[in-house]
């Protein structure tokens, strides 16, 4: 029974995803079937549930790496920024995928209704990586199922979205995912990522962002690194040299500029930067992608 759920899953995403890569009607869902094994790619992931049905996916989070296999789940509980790629792929047995946005707001409303909702476990990684329970399979595909339903899809959608995040909090997962609307430490967190993704180009005083969020500066970095991996100014990098790559690719922006702009104080100081993050510089960048 199990086999034949996760093969009418495989069935679904063929059928509504014939590209790398498709945002569906449904916002929260985005579905993958990738022929080929890929480079890595450095994006931010927000707040998601996302599952592999084939194939294996790698991400890394600062230097911690996460497999996803077959029947394997990753959990996002905060905004990360990752480099992720696809391990193993094929025409005949492609990477399939497909990434459910947890909205924090229908997650709080699914946990605050449970009769014994669970107990969030404080202090881990923002990245899990579990087991695919058979609980969640048919809820998910019902909810690729009335893709081909959009009147049905306005209403039933948000109702099917509820039942997976119920049984997210029923299952192995159920402490992470609560950690989402009831750990403390990780709204401290959520606060500090969202300033600094606000703030990425104003300059970052530790003591001033831990008074802000209410932590002392060594709770802070401890919090911090144990859910992003990284240091806040770890983070910070990550954020600026990403809008920076963003804004130079585009073209909207010079190099020097760019740099400026995200907050550095020399183009100079900046190209250092960009070649210690991604291996070339900024011109080379350009080079590449033309």
Known sequence: ?????????????????????????????????????????????DPRFCVVLQGRKRVLLGRTVHDAGASQCLIATTDLPVTAHVTEASPDKP????????????????????????????????????????ALIDPITRLLDILDRPEDAIVLAPMIEREIIYRLLQGALGPIVSALVN???????????????????QPLHIDEL???????????HRHFKAVTAMTPLEYRREIRMEEARRRILSGVMRVADAGIEVGYDSASQFSREYRRHFGRNPSEEIVRQQ
């Not at 199990?2 to 679904?12: C, E, G, T």
């Not at 409303?109 to 087991?131: I, R």
């Not at 831990?210 to 802070?220: D, E, K, P």
């Open 1 to 45: 029974m199990l086999a034949d759920n996760l093969s009418s899953l495989h069935r679904l995403v063929l059928r509504h995803c014939n590209q790398t890569r498709l945002a569906t009607s449904l916002p929260n869902l985005t579905l993958f079937n990738c022929p080929n094994p890929t480079q890595p790619v450095r994006s931010l992931y």
């Open 95 to 134: 990477h399939l995928a497909l990434n459910l946005t947890l909205d924090r707001l229908r997650v709080t409303e699914v946990w605050s209704t449970m009769p014994s909702p669970p107990t969030p476990k404080v202090g881990v990684c923002g990245l899990s990586v579990g087991a695919l329970e058979e």
């Open 210 to 220: 831990a008074s802000l969020v209410g932590m002392s500066v060594t709770s802070l």
């Open 183 to 201: 750990d403390p430490g990780l709204k401290q967190i959520d606060h500090a990522i969202r300033w600094l993704r606000d703030n990425y180009h």
